[in-house]
């Protein structure tokens, strides 16, 4: 800001950045920073710079978590740089189709400006019509995988009744049909990981409330050098400056905060109890008792309700994010009130579980991606630090396995080994909402959820929760497309 650019001797408008920090939740202060003198660190940050000619505020707040950001990068760059059946722009592509279900501009943004680096046409763009007919087959598939994915079926066509519309279910079989329009298994299945992972990207960049990167259009405003030289740096939103002063990473005022605050202690005394091994040594419960269980807290999960739409929620969509919106009405519905029509039975991990048919076909269909995820996968859930807020020495593994546990249950996926009485102790009601609303609806999170739950924990615990949600989310997902 203190330099005078000229050109012809005019001065010239500077760009200057909108927004102070990489989330509009977390203060920039509380972050790692880009000069960090943590070597692994900036490691990944040069790695990520080298990729994508930047360091993303995506990567800014992954990098809380170095070991994580590692398997991430090696997925990500393998999924979407590195050769495979698709073209790099047309991944891109349909990352912008994913994107769009959930409304996330950032990751539209991104994605826009990668797509037409690579020689993507900006007719596209401009007008998804006009898209080549074969990647707007993904359509449906896209919809039903974003929000409701026990529809996706391995049938060739098939009318099914959602919301008392008649809809056409196009099938994977329809997308690879002979001709020129079809997909082959390795493009599919290429085109449904790219579509898993950007649902669930977009989730995590949502939840956390990723501010628009400086080059986008959302990510600065433009002044004259005069007038540049003289302001002041953006203002903290006051959102985020009556935040800084939580350790725990912001409490809202009120009974969210004296509810999140019981929350969290509720769980850190189960954990304790856990430690000193003094839970009821109860019996084992049965199959049948396990599978009541189950089909209880998919009805809580339904009865907890969907979030209001927010000023950027789905009330509006922009022009801009709704030329990629196949129906944007078909939405999040919850499992346990699919109805007797859908011919949907619960997904029985036992039957089709990722470690014993889904890690082997996916490498099969696409060679070495079924290893990247699996890494990924293993290392978020066993993930620790042993420390929940300020305590320390605390084994979280109980805490971290119902979070996993309850977003394959609001997914309909059904663990026979798991007693999901599990999830009650260790998910207060208000932490459960905030899981499913950053699962099903995070294009309307807003501050005030981010700070309310378990607001004893520090922000790389919040971000550390959002990577749970991420990856559980995007392993539903993709067994749901597996196994059709």
Not at 242 to 257: L, M, W, Y
Not at 329 to 354: L, Y
Request: with cysteine; net charge negative; proline share 6%.
């Amino acid at each position: 800001r203190e330099s005078r650019f000229f050109t012809q001797g005019k001065p010239v408008k500077v760009p200057q950045l909108r927004h102070p920090s990489a989330s509009a939740f977390i203060p920039e202060t509380e972050l790692v920073p880009i000069d960090t003198d943590d070597e692994v660190e900036r490691d990944l940050f040069v790695e990520a710079y080298l990729v994508d000619n930047r360091v993303s505020n995506m990567v800014r707040l992954m990098g809380y978590h170095p070991r994580y950001l590692t398997s991430f990068l090696r997925f990500h760059i393998y999924l979407m740089h590195h050769d495979g059946p698709l073209p790099v722009h047309l991944r891109h592509y349909i990352a912008i189709l994913a994107a769009a279900r959930h409304r996330c501009t950032y990751l539209i943004s991104l994605c826009e400006a990668t797509f037409q680096a690579y020689g993507g046409d900006p007719i596209w763009l401009e007008d998804p019509l006009r898209a080549p007919k074969k990647i707007r087959a993904l359509n449906h598939v896209n919809m039903k995988l974003a929000h409701q994915p026990w529809l996706v079926k391995p049938d060739d066509i098939r009318v099914n009744c959602v919301d008392s519309v008649s809809r056409i279910v196009l099938c994977f079989r329809d997308l690879l049909h002979p001709g020129l329009d079809s997909w082959s298994l390795s493009e599919l299945t290429h085109a449904i990981v790219i579509l898993a992972h950007y649902h669930s990207l977009a989730g995590f960049a949502l939840g956390c409330a990723l501010n628009p990167e400086i080059d986008s259009r959302e990510g600065h405003v433009v002044s004259s050098p005069r007038s540049s030289e003289s302001s002041s740096p953006p203002a903290t939103p006051p959102a985020v400056a009556s935040s800084r002063s939580s350790q725990g990473g912001g409490i809202s005022d009120g009974e969210n905060q004296h509810s999140e605050t019981f929350g969290f202690q509720s769980v850190m005394e189960q954990l304790k109890q856990i430690e000193n091994n003094s839970l009821d040594d109860a019996m084992e419960p049965t199959a049948a008792e396990l599978e009541k269980q189950f089909e209880t807290e998919t009805l809580a999960s339904a009865e907890l309700g969907d979030p209001q739409p927010t000023a950027t929620g789905t009330s509006y969509i922009s022009p801009r994010i709704a030329k990629y919106i196949e129906d944007p009405d078909f939405e999040h519905q919850d499992f346990a009130r699919r109805g007797d029509f859908s011919g949907v039975s619960t997904f029985r991990i036992q039957d089709f579980s990722w470690e014993d048919q889904g890690y082997s076909l996916a490498n099969r269909l696409f060679p070495d991606i079924g290893q990247f995820l699996d890494d990924k996968f293993k290392l978020i859930v066993n993930l620790t630090y042993r420390t929940f807020g300020k305590n320390e020495e605390v084994d979280t593994t109980m805490f971290r396995r119902a979070i996993w546990n309850y977003i394959h249950c609001i997914k309909g996926m059904f663990h026979d080994d798991y007693s999901y009485e599990e999830v009650n102790k260790m998910l207060h009601r208000d932490f459960k909402k905030y899981i499913r609303n950053v699962t099903c609806f995070p294009e309307r999170t807003t501050i005030d959820d981010f700070n309310a739950f378990l607001s004893g924990l520090h922000y790389s615990e919040k971000v550390h929760v959002n990577l749970l949600v991420l990856e559980a989310r995007l392993q539903s997902e993709l067994l749901y497309a597996l196994r059709a």
